[in-house]
Structure formats: C-alpha cells, structure tokens
C-alpha cells in the first residue's frame, strides 16, 4: 500500500516494455474503488474514453512515447472505506500515427435527441 492524506497530489507513470520503439500509450479511462476485486459496485471516474472526469486530474508531458504520466489529487470513500484502489485501461498505438486512437483525446460523444 500507499499512504497519502487527503487532497495529496498524486503522481502515476505507465511504461510499455516492447521492443518495438514505434508504440506510444495513452491513458483511456480510469476508475477507483473501494474494493480491489469490484470496480463495477462503487466506483469514482477519474478520466473516462481519455476525457477527465476528476477535476483534479491531469496528464503530464512524457519523457519518451512508451511512458504515460497522470496525476489527481488523493480522496476516500466516506469514512467507512479505508483504502481506494486504481484501476486503469491504457491504449498502445503506433508512435505518430495521428488517425489512431492515442491521438484523438478526449472522445466525449454527444447525445442527441431521437427526434433530431
């Protein structure tokens, strides 16, 4: 485990370990939990389809196209729920290819009336 207090920035690194030099990642959606087995029951969106759903989360320069830095600032669950578990979904795209997901962003989809 990782003890932090309340409101504490919070700094997270992905790395792709491969071969292939021409990967790039990018950081798609991530959910915390109270409970490390359920991530479907309680869960609080930090970023969803690359769009930031905390208000205090971030992305980070990378050093290199492998590597992919976030950052949010530290909660709970109420008081009942002592720790918080992260889990998160990474996309791995060919490095430049500026069609491919990595290098769209945020895909937030707009809904739009039936009638329309």
């Known amino acids: 485990p990782y003890y932090v207090d309340m409101d504490q ?19 798609d959606t991530c959910v915390a939990s109270p409970n490390s087995s359920d991530f479907r029951t309680l869960v609080y969106e930090l970023t969803k389809s690359g769009c930031a759903s ?3 989360y971030s992305l980070y320069p990378p050093p290199r196209s492998d590597v992919a830095r976030f950052g949010f600032n530290a909660f709970s669950f109420v008081n009942r729920f002592p720790s918080v578990f992260l889990r998160c979904e990474l996309l791995v795209c060919m490095y430049q290819d500026f069609s491919s997901r990595c290098y769209r962003g945020c895909a937030s989809r707009f809904k739009r009336n039936a009638d329309s």
């Not at 920035?9 to 950081?27: C, E, M, P």
């Open 9 to 27: 920035r919070l700094f997270l690194q992905a790395s792709l370990h491969s071969s292939d030099q021409n990967l790039t990642l990018f950081v």
């Open 54 to 56: 905390d208000s205090t």
